[in-house]
């Protein structure tokens, strides 16, 4: 279904594709555009009660697509080494991590798909730090790590999640 918030989340495909012009501007406006409809379409969506399925699956490949685009420019430009790409998909890594773990315990199913606060932290500190790269500002390695200890802050989120715990441990 074509709602405002999914049409918001669909949008950030083709700003990725930016990042194929060697113009730091434009790269800019991409990063700021990509954060603007990231943050507004989850807000849309619960303030207009449009929350579905689709937009949950549709919004979190959106953000992967134009992460993965910028990442691998920047790789291919020189402006960063993949280890440090890596190190960036920490979260992503995680989140892949604990799917396998609920689908080898048979709770994928009943698993409801929504959005972590380590995940909105990683998501403003990759944007910012992109942006950065794009300007050529030298990144510090210890930066790179800070996005794997936020990987397994956002596994023990996701395992200890209130909407995955039974209902008898929820206080």
Same mark, same amino acid.
């Not at 992967?64 to 402006?79: P, S």
């Not at 960063?80 to 890596?86: F, G, P, S």
């Not at 500190?125 to 950065?132: D, K, M």
């Not at 990987?151 to 200890?160: K, R, S």
């Given at each position: 279904?074509?709602?405002?918030?999914?049409?918001?989340?669909?949008?950030?495909?083709?700003?990725?594709?930016?990042?194929?012009?060697?113009?730091?501007?434009?790269?800019?406006?991409?990063?700021?555009?990509?954060?603007?409809?990231?943050?507004?379409?989850?807000?849309?969506?619960?303030?207009?009660?449009?929350?579905?399925?689709?937009?949950?699956?549709?919004?979190?490949?959106?953000?992967?697509?134009?992460?993965?685009?910028?990442?691998?420019?920047?790789?291919?430009?020189?402006?960063?080494?993949?280890?440090?790409?890596?190190?960036?998909? %920490?979260?992503?890594?995680?989140?892949?991590?604990?799917?396998?773990?609920?689908?080898?315990?048979?709770?994928?199913?009943?698993?409801?798909?929504?959005?972590?606060?380590?995940?909105?932290?990683?998501?403003?500190?990759?944007?910012?730090?992109?942006?950065?790269?794009?300007?050529?500002?030298?990144?510090? %390695?210890?930066?790179?790590?800070?996005?794997?200890?936020?990987?397994?802050?956002?596994?023990?989120?996701?395992?200890?999640?209130?909407?995955?715990?039974?209902?008898?441990?929820?206080t």
């Open positions: 279904m074509i709602t405002l918030p999914n049409f918001l989340s669909f949008c950030r495909i083709p700003l990725a594709l930016v990042f194929f012009q060697e113009n730091p501007l434009y790269r800019a406006i991409a990063i700021i555009l990509a954060l603007a409809t990231d943050g507004l379409d989850g807000y849309l969506a619960r303030k207009r009660k449009q929350i579905s399925q689709f937009g949950a699956m549709l919004d979190p490949i959106s953000d992967k697509f134009f992460v993965l685009v910028a990442l691998g420019v920047l790789i291919a430009e020189g402006r960063m080494e993949i280890w440090q790409a890596l190190t960036l998909l %920490s979260r992503d890594s995680a989140v892949l991590l604990f799917s396998i773990y609920l689908f080898a315990s048979n709770k994928l199913a009943s698993y409801h798909v929504r959005a972590i606060m380590t995940g909105k932290i990683t998501t403003v500190l990759l944007s910012g730090l992109i942006f950065l790269l794009v300007f050529d500002v030298s990144i510090p %390695s210890i930066c790179y790590f800070l996005f794997t200890f936020l990987g397994v802050g956002a596994l023990i989120e996701l395992y200890v999640d209130r909407n995955f715990l039974p209902k008898a441990l929820e």
